[in-house]
């Protein structure tokens, strides 16, 4: 019976150690000598809500192996910024029959200059999936091969990378690359991501394409020319965040569907305006003024986008539509024909669109007024009634905005980017909205919190106290809140949109009161001194990659617990002879069972 007790005892301690190295079902780790091993017939956890086990050793991370496992979840190695190489091999297992690599895999390895994958041979997977912003900031890897198994290439798997080239094994069925390290599907016939630090400064896309993924061309760096192809469609999204485009060009053999003048992108009949070349230049020299021309009658999606250069954009009387997001980040004024019937400039110079006598709508503040308060300076006041989404992104010399009774609708996402502002201000008497102490709401919702307000704390109204019943925070309501280094948020607050506190620097402690999940995606990206999140038991608040524990407030302080691996022998090892102490110190125990 001792004996039996005895083993008992020695399998149990075994357990526990395992359990103390283990990274998700069937998948365990061990840190040595700086190498990061990850092993097992299983996969990682998804670790884009909790920390990994390796997160406090991360700094001794320099190298990651994956040895045949199945598949790696989200976020495995993100954050890690010492690591320089990669080597995974995955493994098909009956249980697990597809690959994946998890969305943000490797976000922020940014000293990681090579990933080698290697995986069985394509017919024993059912479907081997590249996930989105898998390279997100790492600024030192250059280049990536798609192994020959991979078949899905999620959109935005790319984006945020600093890659130079894509290449696609051999052997791999889905997808091809051309000599520029350009990714294409296998017929070249969609375009799925040109590199974004690709070197060249002018590309022609291959006649045999005809489509292109939304992502295509975002965020690409240095092209400067861009030729279509002749059977080419058009994808709005494909080449937003392009600084240094100067022209579009079309093939010598034409193209049905789009004309260009002046290295501007329409539609064939010219009566919708696709996309102005960011940095367009006149006489040698960036533009700083363009007039749409007459026969145009839409300025269709993120057509201006980012043109930081324009300064005036002139309007005919034939323009009918403007999208909300034609005009982000630009333009200093408009001008406006006097015979146009759908279109202002207001005296304050924002431009406003005219549906009816009753009905006016603030389409957009110039991005780059200098003016300091917006009150409204319409010839008629009564008549605006609306303020579009959008209308006042990227004011940045806004202090006050001032909101009469006559507004009736104001889309939550007007005052963003507005990094000045200390006040939203509603006249008594508007039914629609409120403001308390400069803080802008509509109905339930906390519409703004001004970026510039002052003080250092903030607690969200509780209905007891204003009559009003908040249940949620919009999208980027924090934004930009930088002089703010704690919030409190009452129980009745049951959803915060994503990145509702995107880029509060100075934001140090969050306290939710609730009981429910009200957490956006994203809520608190790039809040780097959130180190305190107190939340209900058992609740994880998504920290937006800032990389800092979540506690419950019931838990001890920071500080009051350990701040390293305990498994951690201090040199970046945490190598099987710190697993197997508990291992050891049982055995101890069995065999003075057994033996006395």
């Excluded at 959109?155 to 520029?180: C, M």
Aim: charged share 20%; net charge negative.
């Amino acid at each position: 019976m001792k004996f039996v007790f005895a083993a008992l005892i020695v399998l149990a301690a075994f357990a526990v150690a395992e359990d103390k190295n283990k990274c998700g079902p069937d998948c365990t780790y061990s840190l040595d000598n700086g190498v990061l091993t990850l092993s097992g017939q299983g996969y990682t956890d998804d670790f884009c809500e909790n920390l990994p086990p390796w997160w406090s050793d991360r700094d001794k991370i320099t190298s990651v192996v994956v040895d045949k496992l199945s598949r790696l979840e989200g976020c495995s190695f993100a954050g890690l910024t010492k690591v320089t190489t990669v080597s995974i091999e995955l493994k098909h297992q009956p249980t697990y029959n597809y690959g994946k690599f998890g969305e943000r895999l490797f976000e922020g390895c940014s000293s990681l200059t090579s990933v080698t994958i290697a995986g069985e041979s394509l017919s024993k997977w059912e479907d081997s999936t590249f996930n989105k912003e898998m390279f997100k900031g790492c600024s030192s890897l250059k280049s990536i091969s798609i192994p020959s198994f991979i078949t899905i290439i999620q959109e935005n798997a790319f984006t945020g990378s600093s890659l130079e080239r894509i290449t696609v094994e051999q052997g791999n069925t889905k997808f091809s690359s051309d000599e520029s390290g350009v990714l294409f599907d296998s017929d070249e016939e969609t375009l799925i991501r040109y590199p974004p630090a690709a070197t060249a400064t002018a590309y022609v896309i291959p006649s045999t394409v005809t489509t292109m993924n939304s992502d295509a061309f975002n965020d690409v760096l240095l092209l400067q020319t861009l030729t279509l192809s002749k059977e080419q469609r058009w994808e709005e999204s494909a080449f937003r965040h392009v600084p240094g485009l100067k022209e579009f060009k079309l093939p010598s053999e034409g193209n049905d569907r789009f004309a260009v003048e002046d290295g501007v992108l329409f539609d064939s009949n010219k009566r919708t305006l696709y996309r102005y070349p960011p940095a367009k230049e006149c006489h040698g020299v960036a533009c700083k003024t363009y007039e749409i021309p007459g026969s145009v009658t839409n300025i269709d999606k993120y057509a201006f986008e980012g043109c930081s250069s324009l300064e005036t954009l002139s309007i005919l009387s034939g323009l009918y539509q403007i999208h909300e997001t034609a005009l982000d980040g630009c333009i200093t004024a408009f001008t406006v024909a006097e015979d146009s019937s759908n279109f202002v400039v207001a005296k304050d110079g924002a431009l406003l669109r005219i549906y009816n006598k009753m009905e006016t709508e603030v389409v957009k503040f110039p991005a780059k007024s200098i003016a300091t308060e917006y009150n409204f300076a319409h010839p008629d006041d009564t008549s605006v009634t609306s303020i579009r989404a959008k209308a006042f992104e990227g004011c940045t010399s806004l202090t006050s905005i001032n909101i009469p009774t006559n507004v009736t609708k104001i889309d939550h996402s007007a005052f963003n980017g507005c990094t000045s502002l200390t006040a939203v201000n509603v006249v008594e008497g508007n039914s629609h909205f409120k403001s308390l102490a400069g803080v802008f709401f509509q109905g339930d919702v906390l519409v703004k919190y001004p970026a510039k307000k002052a003080g250092a704390s903030y607690s969200i109204p509780t209905e007891e106290e204003t009559g009003l019943r908040i249940t949620e925070i919009a999208s980027k309501a924090f934004e930009g809140c930088n002089l703010l280094t704690s919030v409190s948020i009452h129980k009745n607050i049951t959803t915060i949109k994503d990145e509702a506190f995107k880029d509060c620097s100075s934001l140090a402690t969050v306290q939710y009161f609730g009981n429910g999940n009200p957490g956006g995606l994203d809520s608190f990206v790039n809040c780097p001194k959130v180190g305190k999140v107190c939340v209900p038991e058992g609740y994880i608040v998504d920290l937006g990659f800032c990389y800092k524990p979540v506690r419950d407030c019931s838990k001890p302080e920071p500080g009051t617990e350990p701040t390293s691996n305990p498994n951690s022998n201090g040199n970046g090892s945490s190598s099987s002879a710190a697993v197997v102490l508990p291992s050891l110190a049982a055995v101890v125990v069995a065999v003075f069972a057994l033996f006395f």
